[in-house]
DNA sequence: AGAGGTACCTGGCAGC
DNA sequence: TGCTGCCAGGTACCTC
């Protein structure tokens, strides 16, 4: 599920419910996700209380007194918040239990996602510090890509998808934004003008906007999340219509694989 | 340094 | 119905 308009669509969503409350509890039900959930994460937390919630690329920070909770949702994952005394279901690994009777609950069938503590900069963490700039923010426009991609003969829907470069552009919006910008989604990210990164950049920015404002229709029943975020049933332009005629020039759609992930393109319309 | 492949894990679905 | 194989929104790490 989650690319970045869903963690900042659960960031926005959780944030109001657990700013300022103190963590009573944590259960570990399921330690064995992407890393394992250290158990000094339920002595550590106790006590402490949250101060802020933000997002950097698709991980979320939690703020706390002595450190920082860093959550990645992987490929499967979900967070919500609910009453402490609902039933856990099958797939929901984790719990923070807060004084105010709330609860914020992990669920991620593929357990490819990940809780970590750290007491330093979350910045600096191993994870987080190679991370490239943010899409939404003024530090991602043309000029950026531009530089970036001097001499790399990478595919450009693999470039955008580079954390290194800029986070929180997922398979599905890659696509997307690579067709509203009409550009190739193999063609070398070395060999695109400016003036077409102008283009992509601001594609990106639109995609990703569009589906968080999509997915804020949702953040009203965030507390029943259970379903889908509303983003999801937005009209996607190419991902997943493979033989689907092109909404701008009527030619088929196509599908590749490209490092193992579908990609998705119109052959007209994207050079 | 850059490019490409692999691994992690479960669930849903198509095809037999 | 039940089995098999493939696919799925991510990303760290390995080799060449």
Redesign the pocket.
Known sequence: ???LP?VETTCRGIAPHISGQQIVQVIVREK?L?YPVASRLTGHLAGQTVHAVTRR??YLLLACDTGTIII?L??SGSLFVGSATDRPQ??DHLDILFGSGRCLRLRD????GAVLWTTRDPERHK?LQHLGVEPLSSSLDGDYFFQRSR?????IK?FIMD?RIVVGV???YASEALFIAGIHPSRAAGRIALARYLQLAAAIKQVLGDAIDAGGTTLRDFLNAEG?PGY?QQRLRVYQRAGMPCDRCGSVLRQVRM????TYYCCQCQV
């Open positions: 599920m989650p690319e869903e064995r992407r690329g698709k990645h992987g490929m099958k797939h069938p593929r357990r490819f994870l001499d790399r003969r990478v595919a693999q954390s997922g398979n599905i889908r999801f490092g193992q992930r579908s």
